[in-house]
């Protein structure tokens, strides 16, 4: 058997891979990634303040994919032929494979005119400390922080980090006694941002930032960045700084890969996470536009869970029995303040909103956890 492939090293695929030794020892697992790593996406919030270094989220995976008996090859996919079970890589390689699980990520939307005017805190590493740099050195003016969602995918938006990210700044710049220096400002299209967390969410968050004195501009259609401007169609947003996260779409490389996409360019998947049309291929995570409620959330929690009931329901069809794993609708978040933060937990049945001191040194904990366990 040619065995199992994952594409891309991304949350989804190492807790894939963990499931997948779990239930089976032999079974051959190949990676396809550019690099042999994980970056830690969660933290790059705290580069800009000089809490987290960049390098300290750039996790090395050799050790894990050795302990857990894993083939990995260096590349990028870019196609795929008779009906998923070969995939093409930039690097002229054809690689066969038994079963798929695409957990690829995603991508931002940079169509906007003049967006190159603003920096994405979710580009990675270097685009955190590109944040961190430009925030050292200014000593007063104006920061503008907004996101925008997929107009043909509302769901495919990622709002979290922005509002952690104008938190965490907003505190640093508290605790520097930097804070009168500068005048903040959020911006959205959306009149009530951040809905998946829940509409307790939203209006808490709001009033947070009417009590920091953070003005916002929101329900108005973006229009295009400058050098130091914001242009909405309800007005312009003078900036000296701007940090902005686009709506998501799918990877690149699925788009003429003749997988079923949805309308915001992400790979269809059925309830049990399969692709429909390809037999035994699997997506989770960003890459994937997945059967659920609206708020279903695009973060590291759920590429998770929908790498471990992936990896149990491809296990389950290479055996011959129908795929019966489901993963949970679940979002569970604290949005970190680095004073303290908020809890947001909600599935289909329940909500839950806290607030406490408490959550910032949480988070950072969970951080260690997650990493220390894959360095092993």
């Not at 800009?48 to 857990?68: C, I």
């Not at 996919?77 to 690829?104: F, H, K, V």
């Amino acid at each position: 058997m040619s065995g199992i492939t994952l594409v891309g090293s991304s949350f989804g695929a190492v807790s894939a891979i963990r499931a997948l030794r779990k239930r089976d020892a032999r079974v051959p697992i190949n990676v396809l990634a550019p690099k042999p790593e994980l970056i830690y996406n969660a933290s790059l919030i705290w580069v800009p303040t000089g809490l987290r270094r960049g390098n300290a989220l750039r996790v090395p995976l050799q050790d894990f994919f050795a302990r857990h008996n894993v083939r990995f090859i260096a590349g990028r996919a870019c196609g795929l032929e008779e009906a998923g079970r070969r995939i093409l890589t930039d690097a002229g390689q054809t690689l066969e494979n038994a079963g798929l699980i695409i957990a690829s990520g995603a991508r931002h939307i940079k169509k906007l005119p003049g967006i190159e005017h603003a920096l994405t805190i979710c580009d990675g590493i270097e685009a955190a400390e590109a944040i961190q740099a430009r925030l050292q050195g200014m000593s007063g003016g104006t920061i503008a922080f907004g996101f925008a969602g997929n107009p043909n995918e509302p769901a495919a938006v990622r709002g979290g980090p922005m509002f952690e990210l104008l938190f965490g700044i907003e505190t640093w710049l508290r605790r520097t006694r930097q804070r009168g220096n500068f005048r903040l400002v959020f911006f959205s299209p959306a009149a009530t941002p951040g809905e998946r967390l829940g509409a307790r969410a939203v209006a808490g968050l709001l009033a947070t930032m009417q009590r920091r004195g953070i003005e916002t501009h929101l329900g108005h259609k973006l229009v295009r960045f400058e050098e130091r401007a914001v242009h909405t169609e309800g007005g312009s947003i003078s900036a000296d700084l701007i940090l902005f996260m686009p709506g998501l779409t799918g990877p690149a490389w699925v788009q003429d890969s003749g997988l079923p996409l949805s309308p915001g360019g992400f790979v269809r998947a059925d309830a049990q996470l399969r692709v429909p049309g390809c037999a035994r291929c699997y997506v989770v995570g960003d890459a994937g536009s997945h059967a659920g409620p609206d708020w279903m959330p695009k973060q590291a929690h759920m590429a998770d869970l929908q790498g471990a009931a992936a990896a149990a329901n491809l296990l389950d069809e290479l055996a011959g029995k129908a795929p019966t794993q489901i993963a949970p609708a679940e979002l569970v978040c604290i949005v970190d303040s680095l004073d303290g933060g908020t809890l947001v937990y909600r599935t289909e049945t329940r909500s839950l909103l806290l607030r406490s001191r408490l959550f910032h040194p949480a988070k950072r904990w969970f951080e260690r956890r997650y990493i220390a366990a894959l360095r092993g």
